[in-house]
């Protein structure tokens, strides 16, 4: 790697056709952050900013086709883990990560739709928690996520502050619990834990509908580690990048939903 080629970033993840979410949001925030992107679709999305109408999943050989691709070419500094449909894509997931064995991994763990429909299915829930969150840099779920993984709701500040500590328990190197369903007033508060370090990371609540912040997050921050800051560096800095893209945020389509302006964030090189 010579010194002006930017390092590569995975995302492993659906796409969306309306290009606010899912793997077009994340190849937009590795853009964003100088960092090169490469993608492995693990399932189709339909979808625009009124609904997603159609899902497909590729037959693993395609996903697993498009994963050797990947890393038998680039230097494939860190992971982002996005939608994976189901526990079979899980476990595929998994055996690749165990044989190349990424610097980082962030685990978006896409679970609950915005309606609230439960996305996974109960053995594909307990495929990410036995495979996937051991491999995992950073977990960053929202609050449903987290009840769902922890199977216990979280209703407040203090169980948030203690859901973080039991997902570490359960595996991974480190936990960003985000606070945007969780009604803590005018301001939404994310949770980073590390077994050693606990950090909170404020922002104003801003009154928008808005669509792909949580894949954006989780690209954001395997870029900043890949860049090379530390973990809760990272996670402020992407938590930053979120904010400034959803003040400058847009309505594309004829739906109410707003889309991240990725560049308008991004600030100087």
Same mark, same amino acid.
């Given at each position: ?25 994340? $190849?937009?925030?590795?853009? &964003? ?6 993608? !492995?679709? /693990? @399932? +189709?999305?339909?979808?625009? *900013? ?99 993984? $922890?199977?216990?709701?979280? &209703? ?6 203690? !859901?973080? /500590? @039991? +997902?570490?328990?359960?595996? *991974? ?97």
């Amino acid at each position: 790697m010579t010194p002006s080629t930017p390092v590569s970033v995975l995302t492993i993840a659906g796409s969306d056709s309306g290009g606010g979410a899912g793997i077009q949001a994340d $190849l937009k925030a590795f853009a &964003a952050h100088r960092v090169h992107g490469l993608s !492995a679709i /693990a @399932a +189709l999305t339909a979808q625009n *900013t009124r609904g997603v109408t159609a899902v497909h999943v590729p037959p693993l050989e395609f996903l697993q086709a498009q994963l050797d691709a990947c890393f038998d070419d680039f230097d494939i500094h860190a992971v982002k883990l996005g939608m994976l449909a189901n526990a079979d894509v899980i476990h595929l997931v998994a055996d690749v990560l165990e044989k190349h064995r990424p610097p980082q991994v962030v685990l978006d763990p896409v679970m609950v739709a915005t309606s609230g429909a439960r996305l996974l299915e109960t053995s594909a829930l307990h495929a990410m928690r036995e495979r996937l969150l051991p491999l995992a840099t950073l977990l960053t779920p929202n609050t449903p996520e987290a009840e769902l993984l $922890l199977e216990r709701r979280i &209703a407040n500040a203090t169980e948030a502050e203690d !859901a973080a /500590a @039991a +997902l570490l328990g359960l595996g *991974t190197g480190a936990v960003l619990l985000k606070g945007g369903h969780l009604d803590e007033g005018p301001r939404v508060i994310d949770r980073y834990y590390d077994g050693v370090t606990g950090e909170e990371f404020s922002h104003v609540r801003l009154p928008v509908n808005a669509h792909g912040t949580g894949c954006t997050l989780a690209s954001a921050i395997a870029a900043q580690l890949c860049r090379g800051l530390s973990l809760p560096n990272a996670c402020e800095a992407a938590i930053d990048y979120v904010a400034r893209g959803l003040r400058g945020g847009y309505r594309p389509g004829r739906g109410e939903v707003m889309v991240l302006d990725h560049f308008g964030a991004s600030g100087p090189a």
